[in-house]
């Protein structure tokens, strides 16, 4: 009878959870077994997943949804029993808007992965002027870039085919708002990939939007489709409480509060092919691990055997972010709130990326006669706001709220979240230095690296890299 295979997955975020519950399905697809660890440094699992439910109230820390355009994460719900508990965005308040030049103005109707398809909207909107609007058009006929081995940031392109004045007001911030990033250092390449084909195909970003959208007509409506972005009834954590239960149920080890001192490759046919050792002593012998880390972290484990993979994920620069999530009392913030929120372009130079009225966009997140409002700070440039206390982290977001949307009142009840480090920026060069780092932990057979560093930062980008992860895994131990 051949040996019990034991695999050790560093990190207990969505990507490690992910990893050991694909794991577990291609096990029992092939009717084997394996021994499987889960070790999280934190106390909690679900890395930056945090909900936080308190006298009604339901505060994400982290994200607060997930998009429905990439199918993992409402492919595992299915599979963990949640889709009955997946809610849609509000369609009462079904409206966006930015700061721009000095107010809140509703974001245009009419875009289609982040290109605008409609210019009626843009002229009520006072978003973009006449001559922005004008140059945008431009895109039109403005021939399509040879094709090049030179790598164009997201302002270079977006400049280049809309023009800068629609790119600094209508999509930075919705850049910004997905990466946390400096559009002048992100890699289009490697952030919308499928824009830079929409060039190529089409010659025009207009032209491959509008082409995208009567593909999409072409097929009858679903009653039932989901809304662009869905969460769950009870928050996203109970994700990871389904995935963890699911884990356990079926003999995972899930240790939290184990911090990884080392990982170790013996290289020998003899030995166990790793040990992963834990701050105080323990031993964790294993035929395969996967590194479910930071990319910073992972460096860190990698340097000792492979000091070319560590430079390589070193190479992928991160940046801070925090939440500021406030309950006001309704009756006085109420008139002063439309749609689900705001996002905020970076030429404004103010501290806020956005803020979500969450009680307005999901249901069931507030208790009648309270407002819960989150604040969405920091970002590539703007890490010296980790430095400040929660208090002054709470001033300055009720200072933005003041000043921008005129909310004056003082919260009932705060809760801040920062997370240092936690945004990888996928800069220029990022799809080459992912296959670098593919190509050198490939040199150490059952080893692995999965998570948001690498080819995607959503949760379902993690899910799936997870699973494609527990695939090639698989195939390692039992073919």
């Given amino acids: 009878m051949a040996a019990l295979k034991r695999v050790v997955i560093v990190g207990g975020g969505i990507s490690g959870l992910s990893a050991a519950f694909a794991l577990l399905e291609q096990a029992g697809s092939r009717d084997e077994s394996v021994q499987c660890t889960v070790v999280e440094g934190q106390e909690y699992f679900g890395g930056k997943?945090?909900?936080?439910?308190?006298?009604?109230?339901?505060?994400?820390?982290?994200?607060?949804?997930?998009?429905?355009t990439k199918p993992s994460a409402l492919a595992l719900c299915e599979k963990l029993g949640l889709t009955s508990q997946l809610i849609n965005t509000n369609k009462e308040h079904a409206q966006t808007f930015t700061y721009s030049k000095g107010r809140l103005r509703e974001f245009p109707q009419g875009l289609i992965s982040m290109v605008p398809t409609k210019l009626g909207p843009l002229f009520h909107s006072g978003v973009i002027s006449?001559?922005?609007?004008?140059?945008?058009?431009?895109?039109?006929?403005?021939?399509?870039?040879?094709?090049?081995?030179?790598?164009?940031?997201?302002t270079e392109f977006f400049s280049r085919?809309?023009?800068?004045?629609?790119?600094?007001?209508?999509?930075?911030?919705?850049?910004?708002?997905i990466y946390a990033?400096?559009?002048?250092?992100?890699?289009?390449?490697?952030?919308?990939?499928?824009?830079?084909?929409l060039e190529r195909k089409h010659g025009s970003l207009i032209k491959g939007a509008l082409a995208m959208q009567r593909a999409r007509s072409s097929h009858r409506p679903d009653a039932t489709a989901r809304t662009l972005f869905t969460t769950l009834q009870g928050g996203l954590g109970d994700l990871i409480t389904s995935l963890t239960d699911r884990l356990s149920c079926a003999g995972v080890s899930l240790r939290r509060g184990a911090d990884v001192r080392v990982v170790q490759?013996?290289?020998?046919?003899?030995?166990?092919?790793?040990?992963?050792?834990?701050?105080?002593?323990?031993?964790?012998?294993?035929?395969?691990?996967?590194?479910?880390?930071?990319?910073?972290?992972?460096?860190?484990f990698l340097r000792s055997f492979d000091h070319e993979a560590a430079t390589a994920l070193d190479g992928i620069p991160y940046a801070s972010t925090m939440t500021v999530s406030m309950v006001f009392p309704e009756?006085?913030?109420?008139?002063?709130?439309?749609?689900?929120?705001?996002?905020?372009?970076?030429?404004?130079?103010?501290?806020?990326?956005?803020?979500?009225?969450?009680?307005?966009?999901?249901?069931?997140?507030?208790?009648?006669?309270?407002?819960?409002?989150?604040?969405?700070?920091?970002?590539?440039?703007?890490?010296?706001?980790?430095?400040?206390?929660?208090?002054?982290?709470?001033?300055?977001?009720?200072?933005?709220?003041?000043?921008?949307?005129?909310?004056?009142?003082?919260?009932?009840?705060?809760?801040?979240y920062r997370w240092?480090?936690?945004?990888?920026?996928?800069?220029?060069?990022?799809?080459?230095?992912?296959?670098?780092?593919?190509?050198?932990?490939?040199?150490?057979?059952?080893?692995?690296?999965?998570?948001?560093?690498?080819?995607?930062?959503?949760?379902?980008?993690?899910?799936?890299?997870?699973?494609?992860?527990?695939?090639k895994l698989s195939a390692y131990l039992w073919e």
């Fill in 49 to 68: 997943i945090v909900t936080n439910r308190r006298d009604g109230l339901v505060t994400e820390g982290g994200p607060d949804s997930f998009l429905t």
């Fill in 130 to 154: 006449w001559a922005g609007i004008v140059r945008m058009g431009a895109d039109w006929i403005i021939p399509a870039r040879a094709r090049t081995n030179a790598e164009e940031t997201l």
């Fill in 161 to 177: 085919r809309l023009g800068s004045e629609a790119f600094d007001h209508l999509i930075e911030p919705l850049v910004s708002g």
């Fill in 181 to 197: 990033g400096d559009a002048n250092e992100l890699s289009v390449d490697a952030t919308f990939p499928h824009l830079v084909e």
């Fill in 265 to 300: 490759s013996s290289g020998s046919h003899t030995d166990p092919p790793f040990r992963v050792e834990l701050e105080g002593g323990e031993r964790l012998d294993a035929e395969a691990v996967v590194l479910a880390t930071p990319a910073y972290v992972s460096a860190g």
């Fill in 331 to 416: 009756p006085e913030v109420r008139s002063r709130l439309r749609g689900y929120g705001f996002v905020v372009p970076r030429v404004e130079n103010r501290s806020l990326i956005a803020a979500t009225w969450s009680s307005m966009k999901w249901a069931g997140r507030a208790p009648s006669g309270q407002c819960l409002i989150r604040c969405y700070l920091g970002g590539r440039g703007r890490e010296h706001l980790l430095d400040l206390e929660d208090a002054e982290l709470m001033e300055r977001a009720c200072r933005e709220l003041e000043s921008m949307v005129g909310i004056q009142p003082p919260p009932l009840h705060v809760e801040v």
């Fill in 420 to 471: 240092p480090r936690a945004m990888p920026q996928y800069t220029r060069g990022h799809r080459e230095r992912v296959q670098r780092i593919r190509e050198r932990v490939a040199l150490h057979p059952g080893l692995y690296v999965t998570g948001a560093a690498y080819d995607g930062i959503g949760i379902p980008d993690c899910i799936r890299d997870a699973e494609n992860t527990s695939a």
